[in-house]
């Protein structure tokens, strides 16, 4: 099983860089990363042409395409649980996701990543396993949501564009959340996944409680 990271960001960007981020797992853990530079914020800005744009870099054998945020992290063993649950299901249209949980208190996490230099390799949920956890709605930004490439056809047409600017209306980006709801208007089969090993969000401070835009790197 190898899993290819697909990474959309802006150019130079950041401290360290993506780019930097990049090159050191490149050299030090042998992944391969694929990844697209963006030299226009507004562009970037746009999730639904952002996600096809990460389409376009995938390898033509994938079996599978993850969409997931950077502030995921996943226990010992997920991938290979999720692998064996996935089986059943090759060559059916369906649509996966997994259950979810992100810890309560912001500040704890926040502290956690700042006391660390970068870049470098951090086996997040050992740090993070003590923390005082709640389980999170089953689709959101940035959430897991999996598909077989040859089935996603409908969110390369119809993906939605929602920016970051519908902040300043106080409202969150939902792109994701439309792209769920619209396959599974289509017919498209939502599995919901139980997996012993867990997923967590590093929880963190968001725009609409900052009342704009927020850029901090995670």
């Known amino acids: 099983m190898e899993i290819v990271p697909a990474v959309c960001a802006l150019s130079n960007n950041g401290d360290p860089t993506t780019e930097e981020v990049i090159r050191y797992f490149k050299r030090r853990r042998s992944l391969r990363v694929k990844f697209l530079e963006y030299q226009d914020q507004e562009r970037f800005a746009l999730r639904g042409y952002t996600r096809n744009d990460q389409l ?3 390898d033509p ?3 599978y395409v993850l969409f997931s945020d950077c502030d995921m992290v996943y226990s010992k ?3 290979r649980e ?3 649950k996935l089986e059943p299901y090759k060559g059916q249209k369906a649509f996966y996701t997994v259950g979810r949980k992100s810890q309560r208190n912001v500040v704890a996490v926040n502290n956690m990543i700042n006391a660390l230099a970068y870049p470098r390799f951090v086996c997040g949920y050992e740090y993070i396993i003590n923390f005082s956890d709640r389980r999170m709605a089953n689709v959101g ?3 897991f949501q999996m598909m077989q490439p040859q089935f996603m056809e409908r969110f390369v047409a119809e993906g939605r564009n929602h920016d970051w600017h519908m902040f300043n209306k106080g409202l969150n980006p939902i792109s994701d959340v439309q792209f769920r709801k619209g396959m599974e208007k289509s017919g498209v ?3 919901r996944f139980r997996t012993s090993a867990k ?3 590093l929880n963190h401070n968001r725009d ?3 009342a704009g835009h927020i850029e901090e790197q995670r």
Do not use: C, M, N, S
Request: proline share 4%.
């Open 61 to 63: 054998d994938t079996d």
């Open 189 to 191: 089969e939502i599995v």
């Open 56 to 58: 376009k870099l995938i």
């Open 208 to 210: 609409p409680e900052a």
């Open 82 to 84: 999720l692998k064996a």
């Open 141 to 143: 930004a940035g959430y």
């Open 199 to 201: 997923q967590y969000h």
């Open 77 to 79: 063993g997920f991938f």
